[in-house]
């Protein structure tokens, strides 16, 4: 304040630095392994034999060694920060002014990528803030950020944003209402950055590999060589952020100091994303070639809804309940890729969706029988399909047909509930969740799919339940749980396609609590401030058609299944 009222500085920095140094010492020691003195001289020789010599010998294997050493696995890390900061807040009336003006700067040594040049950025950051007698209120940020990144002139980013806002409950002619005790209207747009191209750093530079092919067959005898050095990565000069522009409308609501309705409909449009360009086989570069360019192009839109009710009943009861639910869908505007098929373009398809084949059902002998004879199912022919095979839609089917199917694996909708209950001591919550317009696929190689392991034992693998309904002789059913069953590899019926394809929504408890806390005077007997005896409950049931039948639509099939989980406990303070 001592340059003027309301005005303040500061400045922080952090360091950071730790090394692990691991060492190994490791031995061997001769090991005894007792036998019947027949059982090493006479391997086949019956042990009732009455010349079977039960004397026990010792085998001897390995060797008493001194211990060797080693160095294992050292890492270390070392990584700084620094932040200073301008503020200033100051009222003037019914006006209140605030402004922000912070500089940071971080650097972060032995990365995992380039480990010798550690990873560096800077940035500047503005606020500007505005209210009249927290009626009218407005809000400027900006943020001025570099990355290592991008190229000269490419490398620095500027991502503004404004909010206004209305609290329409402040006008005099809604602020003695009793009805409509809060209402406020809010609008916002901003724009943020994205530098993390994936799994490399310095895009712009280009690389050069040293194990490239050399020349061999040298010297005298032929037996001498010199590996070479090619070109790697090749530089891209013009990439630069990634940008999110995002758009929101907002609606608060307040009914009799209890009822909160809060609404947001939201638009986000993320422009040059980093995808890897398609490259032409005549361009001479490797076919496993990558690299990184600004060709990404999304949207999102969607709204949320929540509500939260707090009734006080009396000075012992108070119970709250409380809910809300989003829905938010995308769409692939552009990848700048080529597709043969229009069928298979991303472009205005959602994201996360599957590329898959269309499943009608499993044929029988006497449909097959009535194929034409240049029907085709990758390969196959129609002597060579089988009853119990699964049918696609399309009469020779290729990669050629496959196309976008189902809904994608993150859930569209998002929606949870709950409630809490306070009464005297007792206190009682629980919290539902669940997620919906999301699609699952049964898969998971041999572990599901019978006879199909790719290892030894060859072609065995998991026999689950749920394939006792599968297509046979004597359930020639059309619509089986599974089709026939095959021994090895089978290049028709494990595609990924609707047939595999199931509905994952689900609803579950999170949460669940119980718990009584004792009156302040039993505590102090107990010599505490204040003792709370609890029970909780975490993931104890979930209703979903997926998982009854398979596994948790969450984790899927490869990973290990959600817990449930119950504690009891006692939180003291004293």
Not at 127 to 146: M, P
């Amino acid at each position: 304040d001592f340059i003027t009222k309301g005005l303040s500085v500061e400045v922080k920095g952090a360091y950071n630095t730790y090394y692990v140094f691991k060492q190994k010492r490791y031995g061997s020691v001769e090991t005894y392994t007792p036998y019947y003195q027949s059982a090493l001289e006479s391997p086949g020789l019956d042990i009732n034999d009455p010349s079977y010599n039960k004397t026990i010998v010792y085998r001897v294997s390995g060797q008493n060694k001194r211990l060797s050493y080693s160095e294992d696995n050292n890492t270390r890390g070392r990584d700084w920060y620094f932040e200073a900061s301008l503020r200033y807040n100051r009222k003037f009336g019914g006006h209140n002014v605030g402004g922000l003006l912070l500089y940071n700067q971080s650097k972060k040594y032995y990365p995992k990528t380039f480990t010798e040049v550690p990873t560096a950025y800077v940035g500047l950051v503005g606020r500007l803030t505005y209210d009249y007698k927290s009626r009218y209120v407005g809000e400027f940020n900006f943020g001025y950020n570099g990355s290592e990144n991008f190229a000269k002139g490419k490398r620095m980013g500027v991502f503004p944003a404004v909010a206004i806002g209305w609290v329409a409950s402040e006008e005099s002619f809604l602020r003695n209402s009793e009805v409509l005790t809060w209402f406020k209207i809010r609008a916002s747009v901003g724009q943020v950055g994205n530098d993390q191209i994936p799994s490399t750093r310095f895009i712009y530079l280009a690389t050069i590999n040293s194990g490239a092919n050399g020349y061999g067959n040298l010297g005298v005898n032929f037996d001498q060589g010199a590996g070479g050095i090619g070109e790697g990565r090749m530089a891209n000069q013009d990439v630069t952020w990634e940008v999110s522009t995002k758009y929101n409308v907002g609606i608060e609501t307040g009914f009799f100091n209890e009822l909160k309705i809060n609404a947001d409909f939201f638009y986000e449009r993320r422009e040059n994303i980093f995808l890897a360009p398609q490259f032409s086989e005549i361009s001479g570069l490797p076919k496993d070639y990558t690299n990184y360019a600004n060709m990404g192009l999304m949207e999102n839109r969607g709204f949320e809804v929540s509500a939260e009710y707090v009734k006080r009943f009396s000075k012992d009861l108070t119970v709250s309940v409380r809910g809300n639910f989003t829905f938010a869908r995308n769409k692939v505007i552009d990848d700048g890729k080529y597709y043969a098929y229009p069928w298979q373009d991303q472009r205005g398809v959602r994201y996360g969706l599957t590329m898959g084949y269309r499943a009608m059902h499993l044929f029988s002998q006497e449909e097959l029988d009535n194929m034409p004879d240049y029907y085709t199912q990758f390969g196959l022919d129609k002597q060579q399909l089988r009853a119990g095979d699964i049918r696609y839609e399309d009469r020779k089917i290729t990669e050629a047909d496959m196309t976008w199917i189902g809904n994608p694996a993150m859930p569209e909708i998002v929606y949870g509930f709950g409630a809490s209950l306070n009464y005297k001591g007792f206190d009682f919550s629980f919290l539902f969740q669940g997620g919906t317009n999301r699609s699952s696929y049964l898969s998971g190689g041999w572990y599901f799919y019978p006879f199909q392991a790719d290892r030894g034992p060859k072609f065995m693998g998991n026999v689950m339940t749920m394939f006792k309904d599968r297509w046979t002789v004597d359930n020639p059913d059309p619509h089986a749980f599974s089709p026939r069953l095959s021994y090895g590899a089978d290049a028709n019926n494990y595609k990924t396609s609707t047939w595999w394809q199931r509905d994952s929504g689900y609803l579950r408890l999170k949460n669940v609590e119980i718990g009584y806390t004792l009156p302040s005077a039993w505590a102090s007997k107990l010599r505490c401030s204040s003792l709370r005896i609890y029970a909780t409950g975490v993931n104890l049931f979930t209703v979903s058609k997926f998982i009854s039948d398979y596994w948790d639509p969450e984790t899927g099939a490869d990973a290990y299944p959600m817990q449930r989980q119950v504690f009891v406990g006692v939180n003291l303070t004293f």
